[in-house]
C-alpha cells in the first residue's frame, strides 16, 4: 500500500479528535455511529499527548522544516514525466540532527555540519521517470536554508568543487554552479548536478540519466531549469522564521497531533529525531509512494493537514470526504498483491483492516487498519493484528 515514510508506518487517530476545531465545516457525526463505552483500547494512552514535554531541541527545526517542504514542488510539478518513487526516498526533512546526502561531493553524514557549516532546515525530494530504479531518468532536489547568505554561498561553491564532472549551464541561470559527470565504465550514467544559492538558501537538484545513449546533457539541464523556476515561484508562499525563535515554533496544529497515539518513550529515545508533526498536504504528499496519484484523492477529500506520530490522522472536509478518502486507501492498499482482508476491531464498523498475504512468498508487509471518526480518517500499522486492533479502540 502506499505509505507515509515517517516513523515506518502509517499513524493512528485518537477518537477523541471529534472535539478537534480548525475548520470552517463542523465535524459529521460517524455513520454507523460507534460508541466509545465497547472500544478495546488495551494499555494505549486515552488522553491526550503533552507535546511540550517531548520538545527536544531538534524540534523546532523539523517544523521548519516542514514549512520549507509545504513550499517545495513535486517533481511532477516541474516536469509530469517524473511521478514514480521507489525505495524511502520520495522526501524528507533536513535539519543540523539529520543532514542530507549531496550525491557526488563524497561527505558523510556524520561530517556535514562541519564541511557545511549553517543548515537551518530543509527538504529533499525525488522520483523516477519509470516504475523501476535506473531505467530511465531520475531526479532528486534539495531546497536548503542557512543562517546567512554567505553560508549558502560557501555550500554552493564547497559542493560543487568536491563533485567530480565538467561545468556546464543552465538555461537561464548563469549564476547556478553545474558539473555534468560524463559516462563512466563502472556505473553506466550520466549526471548532471546543479547547485543555486538565492540568498540564504541554496536549491540543488541531481538529474541521472541511466539509459540514454548517447547522452543529453542540454536535456538534463532544462529538467534543472525548469526545477528552479518552480522552486523559486513556490518559495514566495514560504515565510522563514527568524532564528531566534524557530526553536519554539509550535508542535501541533488545532490539537491534531496531541489526538494521535505516541510513540513509546523508549522507542522515540532508540530513534533520535522524533518525525512526529503536523504536516500540510503539500508536505506530507512528498512522502507519498505515488504523490501524483494520491494528490487527486487528497484535494478530493479536502485533507489540508496530515498529523502522525506513530500513525496518521487525515483531517478531511466533512463526514463524507472523510469516508470517500477511507475508500481510496482501502483501494491502494488492497491493489498491493502483498495484501489481503483482514478482519477488523470489534465494535468499530468504520474501521478496515488488512494483512499481508501468506500465499505471497517472503511477504514483509505489516498489518494495517484504516478508519473514520468525524471528519477525520486515520491509518496505521504493526507487526501483529492482535495488537492492532487495541490501538483502533484508542480514544
Not at 130 to 146: K, P, Y
Request: hydrophobic letters at 35%; glycine letters at 8%.
Amino acid at each position: 500500500m502506499r505509505k507515509l515514510r515517517v516513523g515506518s508506518a502509517l499513524v493512528t487517530l485518537g477518537l477523541a479528535l471529534g472535539g478537534c476545531g480548525g475548520g470552517t465545516e463542523a465535524a459529521a457525526p460517524p455513520t454507523p455511529s460507534i460508541d466509545i463505552a465497547k472500544l478495546d483500547s488495551g494499555n494505549y494512552p486515552t488522553t491526550p499527548t503533552d507535546l511540550e514535554a517531548t520538545r527536544v531541541p531538534t524540534s523546532g527545526a523539523l517544523q521548519e522544516a516542514i514549512k520549507i517542504g509545504a513550499a517545495t514542488p513535486f517533481p511532477f510539478q516541474y516536469d509530469p514525466r517524473f511521478v514514480f518513487v521507489t525505495g524511502a526516498s520520495g522526501g524528507r526533512h533536513i535539519t543540523q540532527a539529520d543532514p542530507t546526502y549531496f550525491s557526488g561531493a563524497g561527505i558523510e553524514s556524520k561530517d556535514f555540519n562541519a564541511v557545511i557549516p549553517g543548515v537551518v532546515a530543509g527538504w529533499q525530494s525525488s522520483a523516477n521517470r519509470r516504475d523501476t530504479s535506473n531505467a530511465g531518468r531520475t531526479v532528486s532536489t534539495i531546497t536548503l536554508r542557512f543562517e546567512s547568505a554567505d553560508q549558502a554561498k560557501f555550500a554552493a561553491t564547497e559542493l560543487s568543487n568536491r563533485t567530480p564532472g565538467s561545468p556546464y549551464q543552465i538555461p537561464t541561470y548563469s549564476e547556478a554552479l553545474v558539473k555534468v559527470e560524463d559516462h563512466r565504465t563502472d556505473l553506466p550514467v550520466q549526471n548532471l548536478r546543479a547547485w543555486l544559492p538565492r540568498g540564504d538558501m541554496l536549491l540543488f537538484i541531481h538529474v541521472a540519466d541511466w539509459i540514454g545513449l548517447p547522452y543529453d546533457a542540454a536535456a538534463d539541464a532544462v529538467v534543472a531549469q525548469k526545477f528552479f523556476d518552480k522552486q523559486i515561484e513556490m518559495l514566495r508562499s514560504y515565510t522563514p522564521t527568524p532564528l531566534r525563535d524557530i526553536s519554539t515554533l509550535p508542535l501541533d496544529h488545532d490539537g491534531l497531533l496531541s489526538h494521535a497515539l505516541p510513540t513509546e518513550a523508549a522507542s522515540r529515545q532508540k530513534q533520535g529525531t522524533s518525525s512526529a508533526a503536523v504536516y500540510p498536504a503539500q508536505a506530507v504528499l512528498h512522502l507519498e509512494d505515488n504523490s501524483q496519484t494520491m494528490t487527486a484523492a487528497y484535494a478530493d477529500a479536502g485533507i489540508d493537514y496530515v498529523a502522525f506520530d506513530t500513525g496518521s490522522v487525515y483531517r478531511t472536509r466533512d463526514g463524507s470526504a472523510a469516508t470517500r478518502f477511507l475508500a481510496a486507501l482501502d483501494t491502494v492498499t488492497l491493489d498491493d498483491p502483498d495484501y489481503m482482508k483482514a478482519a477488523s476491531p470489534a465494535n468499530l464498523p468504520t474501521t478496515n483492516c488488512f494483512d499481508a498475504d501468506p500465499s505471497v512468498k517472503y511477504n514483509s508487509v505489516r498489518p494495517t487498519c484504516h478508519g473514520v471518526f468525524g471528519r477525520f480518517t486515520f491509518g496505521f500499522s504493526l507487526h501483529n493484528l492482535q495488537y492492532l486492533h487495541p490501538r483502533a479502540g484508542a480514544p
